[in-house]
């Protein structure tokens, strides 16, 4: 079965930090175009970072800028989002997702749904 497997959330107190992870079940991220997607209680779900494998370019959302870089290991099949200078305002469940087909970033991060969804993985930031 082709889902997608996030890890490394958890509880840290803000000015902390985390790198989550995302690693594919069933299929290889060489081609695709990935992202990190955020849902708080009560609010809509957003784009946070994406990065391309055509050219490696990437997207943050502007809050998240300066202190989250997202990366890829093709070798490992892995997607990471390192997350530094955490604010109570990044708490969320953080989701990756990506498609059975390559998208620019532009286009990913404007598209309301993907191929392919993590289950999740929660981060909670205290103050």
């Known amino acids: 079965q082709e889902q997608l497997v996030e890890s490394g959330g958890g509880l840290v107190q803000a000015g902390g930090s985390l790198r989550l992870s995302c690693t594919p079940s069933g299929f290889t991220l060489d081609y695709y175009t990935i992202g990190w997607f955020r849902q708080a209680p009560g609010k809509e779900r957003e784009a946070v970072s994406c990065?391309?494998?055509?050219?490696?370019?990437?997207y943050y959302l502007d809050s998240v800028k300066g202190r989250f870089t997202i990366s890829r290991d093709n070798a490992k099949n892995t997607v990471y989002l390192q997350m530094n200078d955490l604010k109570p305002e990044d708490t969320a469940v953080y989701y990756c997702a990506t498609d059975s087909r390559f998208f620019t970033v532009d286009n990913f991060i404007k598209m309301r749904t993907h191929d392919y969804w993590g289950q999740g993985t929660q981060v909670t930031v205290s103050s």
């Open positions: 990065i391309s494998n055509n050219d490696g370019s990437t």
